[in-house]
């Protein structure tokens, strides 16, 4: 039941990861700032299950969980940002034009980034892709608990 388990989680994470590389380079949505940092636990929890397939116990299903509860967080935060319930980093969201010269404000727009991570390029069920990677990602980590419990 582990070795199923851990399967489900990883494999969840490297569907996702399949995922957005589609939208990225079939369906041509480059990513903002926050959809990579979105990534980078996904490919952690990869590796996790590669080692966990390996090593038995129940460290590395939840550091599994860790992963999958990481990059829910983040996508939480940029379901945020993207609703406007919150400022996301500068470097990928409107900044403010206030008291700016127009050689500054001028700066700044040559300096923005191409792509801005308050801005939803795709939705379902009025759900941006950062928010339907938070619902899975969650759900992932209770696959990783499960496996992390079924160790023991």
């Known amino acids: 039941m582990r070795r199923l388990l851990i399967l489900a989680a990883a494999g969840g994470s490297a569907a996702l990861l399949l995922g957005a590389l589609g939208f ?10 926050l ?3 979105q ?8 590796g996790i299950g590669a080692l966990a397939l390996l ?31 919150w400022e996301g980093p500068t470097t990928c969201t409107s900044g403010p034009i206030g008291n700016l010269t127009p050689e500054q404000l001028m700066e700044q727009i040559m300096g923005a980034p191409l792509v801005r991570c308050d801005e939803v390029p795709w939705e379902m069920f009025t759900l941006s892709m ?23």
């Not at 980078?40 to 929890?45: E, G, L, N, S, W």
């Not at 090593?55 to 940029?78: E, Q």
């Not at 928010?131 to 079924?150: D, E, M, Q, T």
Request: glycine share 10%.
């Open 55 to 85: 090593i038995p116990g129940a460290i590395l299903p939840y550091l599994g969980a860790l992963a999958a509860l990481t990059t829910a967080g983040i996508g939480l935060y940029h379901s945020g940002v993207e609703r406007m319930w």
């Open 130 to 152: 950062a928010s339907w990677n938070a619902i899975a990602s969650l759900i992932l980590v209770g696959f990783w608990i499960a496996a992390a419990k079924s160790s023991r």
């Open 24 to 33: 990225q380079y079939i369906g041509e949505m480059p990513p903002c700032k």
């Open 39 to 46: 990534r980078y636990p996904h490919v952690a929890a990869v």
């Open 35 to 37: 959809c990579y940092w």
